[in-house]
């Protein structure tokens, strides 16, 4: 953040009273809103460590998917798991295999990456530390059948009578749809825990909303009520679409000087997004 940069934010900090950016693109994990379904759907993941099963959570964009794998992850123990993170899967087998590798720190530029060098880094990995392997991927409706066919094949790999890797897919709803091809029915058979997220309804989205006002420094009545639930109906529950609706709202009420965002102000600030979130 340059000198002006810096300037700005202080002064829209300083504005409304705020210790740290409300509505953060980034969520801290160890400082975030839960809702039921959220706590919930940590507790069946966190089971799916003891059971060894694939996980598979769908939901739609802006959902809270990667900030719910960003929460489990920051839970548990690496001194317990291998934790594979792949957030960026690539679609094609072999280049996925390199992803795995990659994210276990080999140079996959010299090891090269191809299924059975793979099970054997995981064996390895296994053996070497007692951690069982857990492997998580993000934006997983990007991958294909033929890869997450793949996949199938490292969960049947077994290691001391135990299933080599645990795996958890995240990714929207498109994934739902490629896994129940027909050619997908054994890998969907093994699914421990199919979870679907959902939006917020409209007391989760005000609760959320002044959770991040209070969360922020601020004990003020910044929204006005009607205005919370005006941004509900225009996110329907989005978390994503919530932050941004609240943020350009903050921006203008600051130019504007005003007090609170009122939902008239909140319709002009409608009327000058992008054609997801305006009129």
């Not at 829209?12 to 839960?34: M, Q, R, S, V």
């Not at 003891?50 to 809270?64: C, F, M, P, Q, S």
């Not at 917020?200 to 006002?213: A, G, K, R, S």
Request: hydrophobic share 40%; aromatic share 8%.
């Amino acid at each position: 953040m340059n000198a002006i940069e810096e300037m700005i934010t202080n002064e829209f900090l300083n504005y409304w009273g705020f210790e740290k950016i409300p509505f953060p693109k980034i969520c801290d994990p160890a400082n975030t809103f839960l809702n039921t379904r959220y706590d919930q759907a940590l507790k069946r993941l966190n089971q799916l460590l003891y059971t060894r099963e694939i996980g598979v959570v769908i939901g739609e964009a802006g959902n809270g998917k990667s900030t719910l794998m960003d929460i489990l992850l920051s839970n548990i123990s690496s001194t317990r798991y291998k934790i594979i993170p792949i957030s960026v899967p690539q679609n094609k087998p072999r280049e996925l295999y390199r992803s795995i590798s990659a994210a276990m720190g080999v140079n996959t530029s010299w090891f090269g990456a191809d299924a059975l060098k793979v099970v054997d880094l995981l064996t390895y990995s296994y053996i070497e530390s007692n951690r069982p392997n857990l492997i998580l991927i993000d934006e997983a409706h990007v991958l294909t059948p033929a890869t997450l066919n793949e996949l199938r094949l490292l969960t049947n790999t077994k290691v001391k009578n135990e299933p080599l890797i645990t795996l958890m897919l995240f990714g929207q709803p498109s994934l739902s749809s490629t896994l129940k091809l027909p050619a997908m029915i054994p890998l969907a058979q093994r699914v421990g825990a199919w979870i679907t997220l959902g939006f917020f309804n409209e007391e989760e989205t005000i609760n959320y909303i002044d959770w991040q006002i209070k969360n922020a420094g601020s004990n003020r009545e910044i929204f006005l009520p009607a205005t919370k639930k005006a941004i509900f109906r225009r996110s329907l529950g989005n978390p994503r679409m919530i932050n941004r609706l609240c943020w350009e709202s903050l921006n203008q009420g600051c130019l504007d000087g005003v007090d609170v965002i009122t939902e008239e102000l909140f319709a002009h600030v409608c009327k000058n997004l992008g054609p997801h979130l305006g009129n």
